[in-house]
């Protein structure tokens, strides 16, 4: 039980990084929304949920597996879905770049489906818990789309 929950909470403190680098997150306020735009706190409780949820299918993938036998391409999609997760605080609200914001959403969402993918030849009753991450990453892209047209048309 103790060896779960450790592997756990190692694979959920990770996907929280993004949230320690100093950025002006007042800048979402600053900008013309869409009327569909959730208000802020709508991603903080949003995205922690899917964080817990997406660190349920890494831990059980990496309990039922050792490391070495989990296949690269698993091991790559979740590189690369992390990465480009990660990146849309920092281009968004650090360098406050609308279209890279656009361009992290879409390429989260491109990668999560890679990950769903990968995620359902190893533990397929693990996917479902993917589902959440695909549909907001799917409505942070239309979102964001939408941000950066209003925005500079």
């Not at 036998?69 to 999609?77: E, R, V, W």
């Not at 849309?88 to 999560?112: D, Q, R």
């Amino acid at each position: 039980m103790f060896k779960k929950i450790f592997i756990y909470i190692l694979c959920l403190i990770p996907w929280f990084f993004s949230s320690l680098i100093p950025v002006d997150y007042s800048f979402y306020q600053e900008i013309n929304l869409p009327f569909f735009a959730p208000p802020s706190i709508f991603y903080a409780i949003a995205w922690t949920i899917i964080y817990l949820s997406i660190t349920v299918t890494i831990s059980q993938i990496f309990l039922n597996n050792k490391f070495k036998n989990i296949p690269k391409s698993y091991k790559l999609a979740l590189l690369i879905n992390y990465l480009f997760n990660q990146s849309f605080t920092l281009v968004f609200f650090g360098l406050k770049n609308l279209f890279l914001g656009f361009i992290s959403c879409l390429a989260t969402f491109i990668s999560c489906l890679y990950l769903y993918q990968e995620t359902s030849y190893l533990k397929e009753k693990s996917i479902k818990f993917l589902d959440p991450y695909i549909l907001l990453s799917l409505f942070a892209t239309i979102l964001s789309i939408t941000i950066y047209l209003i925005n500079t048309l």
